[in-house]
C-alpha cells in the first residue's frame, strides 16, 4: 500500500497551458510539502502546509497555487505553464517538523512535467 | 553562501571501498540532519538521521556530526554498486522547514 502516492506520474503539456498536481499520503502526517527537482537534481522546497495551513512559501510564482483540502491532501495547481517549470515535482509528508524525531520525510514517486 | 553545501562531486570509488561525503551547513542552530539516497528516476529515500555530535552507525553507513564546525558527513563501508546513487544531505533548521544541499553523485565500480 503506497504511503505518498502522486498523480499523474507523468505530464506533458504545452506553454500557457493550466494544469494540477495530486498527492496523497495514508501516513497519518500532519505535514505535507511540494518539491521541485531541476534537470540538474537540485531538490528545492516550494511549499509547505500542516494540518491543511500553508507554513512555508518559498518565492515561487504566484502561478503555483497550493490547496490542501485535508491533512492527507496537498494538490498543486499551476497557472500559464511556461517552458522553465519542466521538472520533477515531489510531494512529501513528515510526522512532526517540532517534534523530537526531527524531520523525516517521505517521498512520493515524482510527477514528470514536461512543458513544450 | 548556500545554507546547505555538499562536495559537488561526482564520486567515484572501486568496489569494497569507503566512500566519504560530507556537508556543511550555515545555521548554527539547525538541529536535525538527515542523509537520503536517491536512485536515478526515483524519489528520495532516508537512510540516516543524526541529531547529536558524534557518529551513528547503521550497518555499513556511519553519520558523523560535529555542530561546532557546522559538518556532517556519511561514510559508506565496503562499497557496493548499488550504493551507486546521489546522496542528499538535508538539514533542518530553526524556521521549522528541511534545507537540501546539492547532492553528490556516487558512482562505485567493480
Known amino acids: 500500500d503506497t504511503a505518498v502516492s502522486q498523480t499523474p506520474k507523468y505530464l506533458v503539456t504545452q506553454m500557457g497551458n493550466d494544469k494540477s498536481i495530486k498527492c496523497e499520503q495514508n501516513?497519518?502526517?500532519?505535514?505535507m510539502y511540494w518539491y521541485k527537482q531541476d534537470s540538474k537534481k537540485f531538490l528545492k522546497i516550494m511549499f509547505s502546509?500542516?494540518?491543511?495551513?500553508?507554513?512555508i512559501n518559498e518565492t515561487v510564482p504566484n502561478r503555483f497555487s497550493p490547496k490542501s483540502p485535508d491533512k492527507a491532501h496537498l494538490n498543486l495547481h499551476i497557472n500559464s505553464l511556461e517552458l522553465g517549470d519542466s521538472a520533477v515535482y515531489f510531494c512529501?509528508?513528515?510526522?512532526?517538523?517540532?517534534?523530537?524525531?526531527?524531520?523525516?520525510?517521505?517521498f512520493g514517486p515524482g510527477t514528470r512535467l514536461l512543458v513544450l | 553562501q548556500k545554507e546547505v553545501e555538499q562536495n559537488s562531486g561526482p564520486l567515484s570509488v572501486p568496489e569494497g571501498a569507503i566512500a566519504s561525503l560530507n556537508c556543511t551547513y550555515s545555521?548554527?542552530?539547525?538541529?536535525?540532519f538527515f542523509w537520503y539516497r536517491q536512485y536515478s528516476g526515483k524519489s528520495p529515500e532516508l537512510i540516516m538521521s543524526?541529531?547529536?555530535?558524534g557518529d551513528k552507525e547503521d550497518g555499513r553507513f556511519t553519520a558523523q556530526l560535529n555542530k561546532a564546525s557546522q559538518y556532517v558527513s556519511l561514510l559508506i563501508r565496503d562499497s557496493q554498486p548499488s550504493d551507486s546513487a546521489t546522496y542528499l544531505c538535508?538539514?533542518?533548521?530553526?524556521?521549522?522547514?528541511?534545507?537540501f544541499g546539492d547532492g553528490t553523485t556516487l558512482t562505485v565500480k567493480p
Open positions: 545555521d548554527r542552530g539547525s538541529q536535525s
Open positions: 512529501a509528508s513528515s510526522q512532526d517538523p517540532a517534534g523530537p524525531l526531527g524531520e523525516t520525510q517521505y
Open positions: 501516513l497519518g502526517h500532519d505535514t
Open positions: 543524526i541529531y547529536s555530535n
Open positions: 538535508a538539514v533542518h533548521t530553526n524556521a521549522g522547514k528541511s534545507t
Open positions: 502546509y500542516n494540518n491543511k495551513e500553508l507554513i
